[in-house]
């Protein structure tokens, strides 16, 4: 069983920059793709970026693009998210999630088969 914590969440002003991280154990998460999803209160979980198994293959919700950049550190188990340039409409719970092989569609929550419970970034001045 994979599990998925996420950590990096905050406060930050406008134009501010968070980097969250989202640590797995339990198997070795280089084989997996990672997804980082976003909810906020009434809406629909959003897909934001995603990341192959082994890095080379990055995808971004246009919403997102230009702002952040997703990595992952496949010796320490770990996917990054850096957030920059954080706009209030960025305010939400953020979750990761990984699934076993390539999706073209990552951005569908349901194509995934494990999440962490998630960490709240919070965008105001």
């Known amino acids: 069983q994979l599990q998925l914590v996420e950590s990096g969440g905050g406060l930050v002003q406008p134009g501010g920059s968070l980097r969250l991280s989202c640590a797995a154990s339990g198997f070795s998460s280089g084989n997996y793709a990672v997804g980082w999803f976003r909810q906020a209160p009434g809406k629909e979980r959003e897909g934001v970026s995603y990341?192959?198994?082994?890095?080379?293959?990055?995808d971004y919700a246009d919403s997102v693009k230009g702002r952040f950049t997703i990595s992952r550190d496949n010796a320490k188990n770990t996917v990054y998210l850096q957030m920059n340039n954080l706009k209030p409409e960025d305010t939400a719970i953020y979750l990761c999630?990984?699934?076993?092989?390539?999706?073209?569609?990552?951005?569908?929550?349901?194509?995934?088969?494990?999440w962490g419970q998630g960490t709240q970034v919070t965008v105001s001045s």
């Open positions: 999630a990984a699934k076993r092989g390539y999706d073209r569609t990552w951005w569908r929550p349901f194509i995934y088969d494990f």
């Open positions: 990341i192959s198994s082994s890095g080379r293959s990055t």
